[in-house]
């Protein structure tokens, strides 16, 4: 099939090419409106309790749940004339958008409740409101609103916080750090390119691949949002994905096809043997890619499932342009691949001496991993040794939804959340609200319940129609407003506590131990946080599972083995396990805080190791495909004997160690680039992600595998009778009299 792809390329690669770019400008036009069909939200689904709770409040009690905050400070006191004056402004305002009710403010609450309102000091005040709307309506809605009411002028300043305000920062801040990171990241890929790849003309290649696999990814990605929701937060992977797997791709491809050049081969046989052998593996690589992405459709928030269409879309569209597009491309390049050549003039600038071939017997690789097969056993259990003490953190792994606490200090949302958890009594931002939806009782029940809710520890109170106690003793009178005789009561427990950290968790289960009038919902963020990652984390077996059993029969078809697909798993697994304990280490624990410039919370956010091993798995595995492809190669030239084997091992890795460990630093360089947003959670995330891959192309690929492979000897090579049956039926095999004459083993590496 590539065979017949690859010669139908050269025959026509002009039309080819036309082709291809009507349509990168036709998907690129149905994608240019994508960005405003996609929605900001789809971290939660409608059957988790905390959210049926909060629209059972919306629709029974609206304004009951306060989710936006509006800070209000006087230098003076929060009692001056102008503190009430620019209150009283923000408060009409507030009324006048549909989409708010349930106002409330320091001036104007009831003199025994206004208390809670007011900071320590006297010079803050808070007012309060609820803006309806779900996840993705909620952060677009409190930003308008924000536009309009925060002042920070005049002497009395206003700033917006809490959960909508929180939310609508985040996504803010996430849009302009991309933009800056892909200002940043885009020049630096663009020379590492040229430098890696040797020539501009080469170098030029993947940007046009990558160019091609995002206009075609975002076109589809359109077509989606016309019959699904679609995160914006997945216009990201499209970029990003797209030109680091264009990069990946390219560079195996054109490798290959320098080689068959060096080799004595014309222009049309390098490119037929490229596509037959190089872009075999593409393909491979390509399909454990997009499986690895596909398990994120078993999650059911559609948060994740746009991640799976975005991924796959882009690795199908980068797929395609690397076994079509490029060798079509390859050919009207012919031999000018090395036109533009960087590294020449650089090593005269530099008065380097100039840069020698060399065979691949004499390269670093061959000699490392040659050292590393003398010592195979050794090597093995020092490198795991290491691994595992760098995994160790991940067992002791908590997990939260984000908060202020993931923006810059500078972003208002946050300031308002430092302000709230540190010079008020009581977090506002953070109070559990406890629905009732069948209650039909008396004063009598709701004030018994609400007695015992005030005396879990850290409560300072807790407000029902019946009254508000505190510490068990009745404060206050109740507000009638919180029951309803047709639609039940609800009750609202304040708290000291981080939501998000243990003992928030352990608050929230001690609150809905307590012994309720009738079927009790819980809403607020710690509740909404349980029931979040107990949501995720009921489908994680099921996405491991399915990531496991197709890469296992997948590799299967590609070498033969059984012994090398677990081998490669096991090795995935242990490289991801390094890495998300190191992430546990830097950003739940916040060493390196201060470096990194965040605020360590006691937690990660759940989605993003999700994704990190979505991507960085199936990067791993696009690395191992490479890697096996060229060992395989090795294996069935060579004697099937140990020797062959370890010989098989260390020319695969000498004529692939240096593409490998390339495309790795260069897509190291785009998460980098993610990497440096304000947003601590794009932070993990980018810094991830890049660890995971050069880890992956360093140790594992330079250290553990080899020595595994030798341990293992011909073994590698085993399987069954019965599978190798079928692997001599469905699996992987090169079809000779589809090629033109192959030459010699090549005695060059790649340029």
Same mark, same amino acid.
């Given at each position: 099939m590539l065979t017949r792809i690859a010669r139908i390329a050269v025959g026509r690669p002009r039309l080819i090419v036309a082709v291809a770019l009507l349509l990168m400008i036709l998907c690129g036009a149905i994608g240019a409106t994508v960005h405003s069909n996609m929605k900001s939200g789809g971290f939660v689904t409608e059957d988790l309790d905390s959210v049926r709770a909060s629209q059972y409040l919306s629709e029974h009690f609206p304004g009951s749940e306060p989710n936006y905050v509006l800070l209000v400070t006087d230098p003076v006191s929060v009692d001056s004339p102008d503190a009430r004056a620019a209150a009283d402004a923000a408060v009409a305002a507030l009324r006048t958008y549909p989409e708010v009710s349930g106002v409330q403010s320091y001036w104007t609450s009831r003199p025994d409740l206004k208390q809670a309102l007011r900071s320590k000091d006297g010079n803050r005040a808070l007012i309060l409101a609820s803006i309806e709307g779900d996840d993705a309506e909620l952060p677009d809605r409190a930003g308008k609103i924000t536009e309009t009411l925060a002042d920070n002028e005049g002497p009395v300043t206003i700033e917006a916080g809490g959960l909508a305000a929180t939310f609508s920062d985040i996504n803010t801040q996430i849009s302009k750090d991309?933009?800056?990171?892909?200002?940043?990241?885009?020049?630096?890929?663009?020379?590492?390119?040229?430098l890696v790849f040797g020539s501009l003309v080469a170098a030029a290649l993947p940007v046009v691949i990558g160019l091609f696999a995002i206009a075609a990814a975002l076109g589809i990605l359109r077509v989606l949002t016309a019959v699904t929701d679609v995160s914006i937060f997945a216009l990201n992977m499209t970029t990003a994905l797209g030109l680091a797997l264009a990069i990946d791709y390219s560079l195996f491809i054109v490798s290959r096809y320098r080689e068959e050049l060096t080799g004595g081969s014309t222009p049309t046989e390098a490119v037929i043997r490229s596509i037959r052998t190089a872009g075999r593996t593409v393909v491979y690589s390509a399909l454990v890619v997009a499986l690895s992405l596909s398990a994120l459709l078993v999650f059911p928030q559609y948060f994740f499932k746009s991640f799976?269409?975005?991924?796959?879309?882009?690795?199908?569209?980068?797929?395609?342009?690397?076994?079509?597009?490029?060798?079509?491309?390859?050919?009207?390049?012919?031999?000018?691949?090395?036109?533009?050549?960087?590294?020449?003039?650089?090593?005269?600038?530099?008065?380097?001496?100039?840069?020698?071939? /060399?065979?691949?017997?004499?390269?670093?690789?061959?000699?490392?991993?040659?050292?590393?097969? /003398?010592?195979?056993?050794?090597?093995?259990?020092?490198?795991?040794?290491?691994?595992?003490?760098?995994?160790s953190p991940f067992l002791s792994v908590q997990f939260g939804y984000p908060d202020d606490?993931?923006?810059?200090?500078?972003?208002?949302?946050?300031?308002?959340?430092?302000?709230?958890?540190?010079?008020?009594?009581?977090?506002?931002?953070?109070?559990?609200?406890?629905?009732?939806?069948?209650?039909?009782?008396?004063?009598?029940?709701?004030?018994?319940?609400?007695?015992?809710?005030?005396?879990?520890?850290?409560?300072?109170?807790?407000?029902?129609?019946?009254?508000?106690?505190?510490?068990?003793?009745?404060?206050?009178?109740?507000?009638?407003?919180?029951?309803?005789?047709?639609?039940?009561?609800?009750?609202?427990?304040?708290?000291?506590?981080?939501?998000?950290?243990?003992?928030?968790?352990?608050?929230?289960?001690?609150?809905?131990?307590?012994?309720?009038?009738?079927?009790?919902?819980?809403?607020?963020?710690?509740?909404?946080?349980?029931?979040?990652?107990?949501?995720?984390?009921?489908?994680?077996?099921?996405?491991?599972?399915?990531?496991?059993?197709?890469?296992?029969?997948?590799?299967?078809?590609?070498?033969?083995?059984?012994?090398?697909?677990? /081998?490669?798993?096991?090795?995935?697994?242990?490289?991801?396990?390094?890495?998300?304990?190191?992430?546990?280490?830097?950003?739940?624990?916040?060493?390196?805080?201060?470096?990194?410039?965040?605020?360590?919370?006691?937690?990660?956010?759940?989605?993003?190791?999700?994704?990190?091993?979505?991507?960085?798995?199936?990067?791993?595995?696009?690395?191992?495909?490479?890697?096996?492809?060229?060992?395989?190669?090795?294996?069935?030239?060579?004697?099937?004997?140990?020797?062959?084997?370890?010989?098989?091992?260390?020319?695969?890795?000498?004529?692939?160690?240096?593409?490998?460990?390339?495309?790795?630093?260069?897509?190291?360089?785009?998460?980098?680039?993610?990497?440096?947003?304000?947003?601590?959670?794009?932070?993990?995330?980018?810094?991830?992600?890049?660890?995971?891959?050069?880890?992956?192309?360093?140790?594992?690929?330079?250290?553990?595998?080899?020595?595994?492979?030798r341990m293992m000897g011909t073994w590698n090579w085993w399987a069954p009778k019965p599978l190798a049956k079928l692997h001599n039926r469905f699996g992987l095999h090169e079809a000779d009299d589809d090629l033109p004459a192959a030459h010699p083993t090549l005695e060059k590496t790649s340029a």
């Open positions: 991309l933009i800056l990171a892909e200002a940043i990241a885009i020049p630096i890929t663009g020379l590492l390119l040229a799976a269409y975005a991924g796959i879309a882009v690795v199908a569209a980068a797929t395609a342009a690397a076994v079509i597009v490029l060798p079509a491309l390859l050919m009207l390049v012919g031999h000018r691949i090395d036109a533009g050549d960087l590294r020449t003039p650089l090593r005269k600038l530099f008065r380097l001496a100039p840069r020698e071939e /060399k065979q691949p017997r004499q390269t670093f690789w061959y000699r490392l991993v040659t050292a590393v097969m /003398k010592r195979p056993l050794p090597i093995a259990l020092a490198t795991t040794a290491f691994l595992l003490l760098l995994g606490r993931s923006l810059p200090t500078e972003v208002a949302s946050r300031e308002v959340g430092d302000v709230l958890r540190t010079e008020f009594d009581a977090d506002m931002a953070s109070s559990a609200t406890i629905v009732l939806r069948e209650f039909r009782g008396g004063p009598a029940e709701l004030d018994a319940y609400a007695r015992e809710l005030s005396k879990v520890p850290d409560v300072p109170a807790v407000l029902s129609s019946a009254a508000v106690y505190r510490n068990g003793l009745r404060v206050a009178a109740g507000v009638p407003e919180m029951s309803d005789p047709s639609a039940g009561a609800y009750l609202s427990v304040a708290t000291r506590l981080d939501p998000y950290s243990d003992a928030g968790r352990d608050q929230l289960d001690t609150i809905r131990a307590v012994p309720a009038p009738t079927d009790a919902l819980v809403t607020g963020p710690a509740a909404l946080n349980q029931d979040s990652v107990e949501a995720i984390t009921g489908k994680l077996p099921l996405a491991g599972a399915l990531i496991a059993i197709t890469t296992l029969v997948l590799l299967f078809l590609f070498t033969g083995s059984v012994v090398l697909p677990v /081998k490669a798993l096991v090795l995935n697994i242990l490289s991801l396990a390094a890495t998300f304990g190191a992430m546990v280490w830097i950003f739940q624990d916040g060493h390196l805080s201060g470096l990194l410039g965040f605020q360590a919370t006691g937690t990660l956010n759940l989605a993003m190791p999700i994704l990190m091993f979505s991507l960085a798995f199936g990067a791993s595995m696009d690395y191992e495909v490479f890697l096996l492809s060229r060992i395989r190669e090795e294996w069935l030239a060579g004697p099937k004997t140990t020797e062959g084997n370890t010989e098989a091992v260390a020319m695969g890795v000498a004529r692939t160690g240096r593409i490998f460990t390339a495309a790795a630093l260069l897509m190291s360089i785009v998460f980098l680039g993610v990497a440096t947003s304000g947003v601590s959670m794009m932070k993990l995330f980018g810094l991830g992600c890049a660890l995971a891959v050069i880890s992956d192309a360093t140790v594992i690929r330079g250290l553990l595998a080899p020595a595994l492979m």
